[in-house]
């Protein structure tokens, strides 16, 4: 089994910047896929970012791209989001998620929660205008 934990949520104004964490624990796998998904009052939980198990691949919706930056610590089992620029409309609640094994995908793949085999609880970020 594995965990992930999510950290770095919490409240900012309009233009501000804030860095979420997704450390994976337990059944640690060697190399996982990792991706970033929002969920606001009333919506479906939508793709925000991923990145492939090298860091050598990223993909970013079109609404943060530019914005947002994903990264990952492979030593650390960790997967960040930078998220600078931020607007009300980020506000939601933000879920890692994480794919088993070490196969490329097309960027599409990364888009859907079906294809993530495990979620994290979720982080808060509302940003106020």
């Known amino acids: 089994q594995v965990q992930l934990v999510e950290s770095g949520g919490g409240l900012v104004q309009a233009g501000g910047s804030l860095r979420l964490s997704c450390a994976a624990s337990?059944?640690?796998?060697?190399?996982?896929?990792g991706g970033w998904f929002r969920q606001a009052p009333g919506k479906e939980r939508e793709f925000v970012a991923a990145?492939?198990?090298?860091?050598?691949?990223?993909y970013y919706a079109d609404s943060v791209k530019g914005r947002f930056i994903i990264s990952r610590d492979n030593a650390k089992n960790t997967v960040y989001l930078q998220m600078n620029s931020l607007k009300p409309e980020d506000t939601a609640v933000y879920y890692c998620?994480?794919?088993?094994?070490?196969?490329?995908?097309?960027?599409?793949?990364?888009?859907?929660?079906?294809?993530?085999?495990?979620w994290g609880q979720g982080t808060q970020v509302t940003v106020s205008s």
């Open positions: 990145i492939s198990w090298s860091g050598g691949n990223t």
């Open positions: 998620a994480a794919r088993v094994g070490s196969t490329y995908y097309i960027g599409s793949y990364y888009k859907s929660t079906r294809n993530y085999d495990y």
């Open positions: 337990g059944r640690t796998f060697s190399s996982y896929a």
